[in-house]
């Protein structure tokens, strides 16, 4: 009896109401965060929990988050998804660059690509909430990008292994940077361009080091709002209910603050002196033609049912009016 009871202390803190927690890496001054906490008193108020938010990495850094989840030393997290990117291959294809470029291409993506997700974070006993999505990533350079040939030998952030590979195929210099040291990277020369999205560009004060955002709308990444499995076992089937009907209505939010974040974020940036710079012909050729020989590569160490779900995609994406 005394093991039993142990095991439920320590494994189902739910049943006992004790503080649950939620991590998650971004500031709250960012939109993300913003809805992903905006959940979690959705949660408390609906399910009757008693969720702790921890936002800006002040309880676990990034690449912390997803193992303390799984280990059930916090019970939600929210993680950008190519974080996870040497996990499995599914992973990687939210970031694959110039595959899906638009809202509609992207939600088209996802609609496809979230059973692969549940599938692959069901084995780490986990389960997904929704997506929350960045606006378009764009280049943040410090002058004028016309043509592929000034990328290369530039030092350029990378936060993932997708867009280190991005780099090499550009030429550009690769260099590990978080969020938090974007201003810093640029001041010391430790980074020279970023493609990011135009809410990080704001959060990190942007026009203090870079002069030029460039719309190359290279991707539309995603975070992932995820639960301890065994926390969502514990639930009642109406509470299960209640969570994902909490959670479509959040994924549909999502989606409509990304879009509205893009417009406003960008004209943000201009009106603190950023230089809007058009994307030119012999650029997007250029980026288009990295992005084939990336999803090409991707598919080499894709398991069978990863490229079953991006071949969905191009599917979905060939049946779609012209």
Do not use: C
């Not at 301890?228 to 479509?248: F, R, V």
């Not at 058009?278 to 490229?307: C, F, I, N, R, Y």
């Amino acid at each position: 009896m005394r093991i039993i009871l142990l095991f439920i202390l320590f494994f189902s803190p739910y049943l006992l109401h004790a503080k649950l927690h939620i991590a998650t890496p971004y500031s709250e001054r960012v939109y993300v965060t913003q809805t992903t906490k905006e959940f979690t008193s959705e949660l408390n108020k609906e399910l009757s929990l008693d969720i702790v938010f921890h936002g800006g990495e002040s309880l676990y850094k990034h690449n912390e988050i997803y193992r303390a989840v799984r280990t059930n030393q916090i019970q939600f997290g929210e993680i950008f998804i190519a974080q996870l990117s040497n996990h499995a291959a599914i992973f990687q294809l939210d970031n694959l660059p110039f595959i899906a470029s638009s809202f509609n291409d992207a939600k088209q993506l996802w609609q496809v690509q979230q059973q692969e997700l549940k599938t692959r974070l069901a084995k780490d006993g986990l389960h997904l909430l929704f997506a929350n999505p960045w606006p378009t990533q764009g280049l943040f350079t410090q002058k004028a990008i016309t043509s592929s040939e000034q990328l290369a030998g530039l030092k350029v952030r990378s936060y993932s292994a997708i867009t280190a590979k991005l780099a090499d195929h550009l030429e550009m210099i690769p260099t590990s940077v978080s969020s938090a040291e974007i201003a810093q990277a640029f001041t010391t020369g430790m980074i020279e361009a970023m493609i990011t999205s135009p809410a990080t560009g704001v959060s990190s004060r942007a026009w203090q080091f870079s002069q030029y955002y460039t719309p190359i709308n290279a991707w539309i990444p995603k975070n992932m709002v995820i639960m301890n499995h065994q926390l969502y076992d514990s639930l009642s089937p109406q509470d299960k209910n209640t969570l994902k009907t909490i959670a479509t209505q959040f994924q549909k939010l999502a989606w409509q603050r990304a879009e509205q974040q893009t417009t406003l974020m960008t004209n943000h940036l201009q009106k603190q002196g950023i230089q809007i710079a058009p994307v030119t012909t012999q650029l997007s050729q250029a980026l288009s033609s990295v992005g084939k020989k990336m999803a090409q590569a991707w598919q080499v160490s894709a398991s069978d049912s990863e490229k079953l779900t991006f071949k969905r995609y191009l599917e979905a994406q060939h049946a779609q009016p012209n």
